[in-house]
C-alpha cells in the first residue's frame, strides 16, 4: 500500500494536476476518476511540447526523425505496459472508436457463426457486436452476469459458448459496478470450446486499477481510453494479435503493411503515455530494487490495488470515527458489501433520494461524483435491480482515506437529513 511508506502518497498527489481543487470552484474531493482520472502533470507539459510541433512523420528532417523515434518508444513502452511481446499497438479517435473497428473486423473477417458479449459489458463493446452481428447475419448472444456481484464469470461463459463462436467480447472492469472480471480464465474456457475465436477485451475501466498483463490473457484485442488512466482525452489505444491484424481491414489502398492507422497520428498522444508508463515505473521502484522496468511496473499496480482496496474498505466499513455506507440504513451497495472483485469503485443507492440530488448534495459539501441511470450506458446493470439510477464513487490510488472520511461524513449528513424529514 502506498501508505507503507511516508510521504509516498504526497510524492504521488504532487504528479497529478487538480488533485485537490477544481480549477473553476476550489477545494474538492475528487471521486469521479471513472468518468476521468486526474491527469499527470508531466502529460500536460508533454501536450503542450507535441501540439507546438509543425512538422510531420515521414519528411526528410531532424524533426519529423524525432517525432518518429518518439512513436518508436511509446509503443515500446506500450508493450512493456501490457505485458504484449507480440503483435502490435495503435491509437486511434477513442477507446469506443477502437472497439468498434477492432469488433468489426472480427465478425465481418470470419466465416459464418455465433458473436457472444455479456450483459454486464459497457455499450461501447456490446453495440459493436450488435450492430455488425446483424449486419453479416450472425446470431448475437448474451451470457448473462450474476446480478448480486455485478460481474460474469468463467463458468457463465463456459455454459452458453458454443463451437461455432467466431467471436466473443470480454469486459474487464465494470464502469457501473467496479467489478472485475477473470479474462484469463474466461478466455481459458472460451478457447475450451471454440479454439479459433476471436476474443476482444474491453479493458477501459480496469487499467487504472493494477496490473494489464496480455501476455497471460490469450486474446485478440485489448483496448484501453488513456485519459482514464492519468493521460489525456483525445486518443485511444489498442492492442491486436497477429492473427486479428491479419484480416481484412479497412486502410488506404496501396499503402505499405496494411496499416491499421488512418491519417497522421498526433505524436504527443504516443509521448504522453510515455509518461504513463514512466510514472508506473518510478512508482514500482518504491516497492522493488529490480532493475526490471517490467518488475518494478507490476510492484506499481499491487500497490494501487492494495491502497484502493484499503480505500474501498474505509468506504463500507468506516475509518476513524466515521461509520461506513454498510452501516447506513438507507444505503444499498451495489454489488454487495464485501465483494473482492471490487477496484477503486463504490456505487450505490440511497432509499428516498434521487441519486441526482444526492449528487447534488455531494458536490455542495466539495465531493465530486456521478449520477448513473439506467439509459443506455448502464440500464444493464440498474433495470435489473429495479433501480433508475444510483451514486458512481470511483477512486484512483492517489486519493487518500481522509477524503473517504470526508465524503462518510458528507453521506451520514444527507441520510441523517432524510430521517429527520420522515
Avoid at 477502437?98 to 461501447?124: C, D, M, N, Q, Y
Avoid at 518510478?282 to 507490476?298: E, P, Q, Y
Avoid at 487518500?400 to 470526508?406: D, G
Wanted: glycine letters at 8%; a negative charge; charged letters at 20%.
Amino acid at each position: 500500500m502506498l501508505t507503507t511508506k511516508p510521504g509516498l502518497l504526497d510524492e504521488v498527489r504532487a504528479r497529478f494536476a487538480h488533485v485537490s481543487e477544481c480549477p473553476f470552484v476550489g477545494p474538492r474531493v475528487f471521486f469521479e476518476n471513472a468518468g476521468g482520472a486526474l491527469t499527470l502533470n508531466s502529460v500536460v507539459e508533454t501536450s503542450g511540447k507535441f501540439a507546438a510541433i509543425p512538422d510531420n512523420q515521414g519528411r526528410d528532417n531532424p524533426a519529423a526523425k524525432a517525432l518518429v523515434a518518439t512513436i518508436d518508444k511509446a509503443k515500446a513502452d506500450m508493450a512493456v505496459m501490457f505485458n504484449a511481446p507480440e503483435g502490435q499497438f495503435f491509437v486511434g479517435e477513442s477507446g469506443t472508436e477502437l472497439l468498434f473497428r477492432l469488433i468489426r473486423t472480427a465478425i465481418v473477417g470470419t466465416p459464418e457463426g455465433k458473436v457472444f458479449s455479456s450483459t454486464v459489458e459497457h455499450p461501447a463493446s456490446r453495440s459493436a457486436a450488435a450492430k455488425w452481428a446483424e449486419t453479416m447475419g450472425k446470431e448475437h448472444v448474451y451470457i448473462a452476469h450474476d446480478d448480486a456481484t455485478g460481474a460474469v464469470d468463467a463458468e457463465a461463459y463456459a455454459a452458453q459458448v458454443t463451437p461455432d463462436a467466431q467471436v466473443v467480447t470480454i469486459l474487464h472492469t465494470s464502469p457501473v459496478t467496479g467489478m472485475g472480471m477473470d479474462v484469463a480464465a474466461i478466455s481459458k474456457a472460451v478457447r475450451a470450446i471454440a479454439p479459433e475465436c476471436f476474443i476482444i477485451v474491453d479493458g477501459i475501466q480496469h487499467a487504472a486499477h493494477g496490473q494489464l498483463d496480455i501476455a497471460s490473457y490469450d486474446i485478440d484485442g485489448y483496448v484501453i481510453s488513456p485519459y482514464k488512466m492519468f493521460s489525456r482525452h483525445g486518443y485511444g489505444i489498442a492492442w491486436i494479435s497477429d492473427r486479428l491484424s491479419n484480416l481484412p481491414h479497412e486502410h488506404l489502398v496501396g499503402a505499405p503493411g496494411d496499416p491499421w492507422e488512418f491519417g497522421t497520428r498526433d505524436t504527443g498522444s504516443y509521448a504522453t503515455f510515455s509518461d504513463v508508463v514512466d510514472y508506473f515505473d518510478w512508482l514500482g521502484s518504491n516497492f522493488t530494487d529490480s532493475d526490471d522496468r517490467r518488475a518494478r511496473i507490476v510492484a506499481a499496480g499491487k500497490a494501487i490495488h492494495a491502497h484502493e482496496r484499503q480505500l474501498c474498505e474505509a468506504m463500507i466499513h468506516g475509518t476513524g470515527n466515521q461509520k461506513g455506507l454498510a452501516d447506513m440504513a438507507a444505503v444499498t451497495i451495489i454489488g454487495g458489501e464485501d465483494n473482492p472483485r471490487r477496484e477503486g469503485l463504490v456505487c450505490i443507492c440511497v432509499d428516498g433520494i434521487a441519486s441526482p440530488d444526492v449528487v447534488t448534495a455531494l458536490r455542495e459539501r466539495g465531493i465530486r461524483t456521478h449520477t448513473r441511470k439506467a439509459d443506455h450506458y448502464s440500464g444493464n446493470i440498474l433495470d435489473p435491480l429495479g433501480r433508475t439510477d444510483a451514486i458512481r464513487v470511483s477512486m484512483c490510488h492517489y486519493n487518500t482515506e481522509a477524503e473517504v472520511a470526508q465524503f462518510l461524513q458528507a453521506m451520514r449528513e444527507i441520510t441523517e437529513e432524510l430521517e429527520a424529514a420522515a
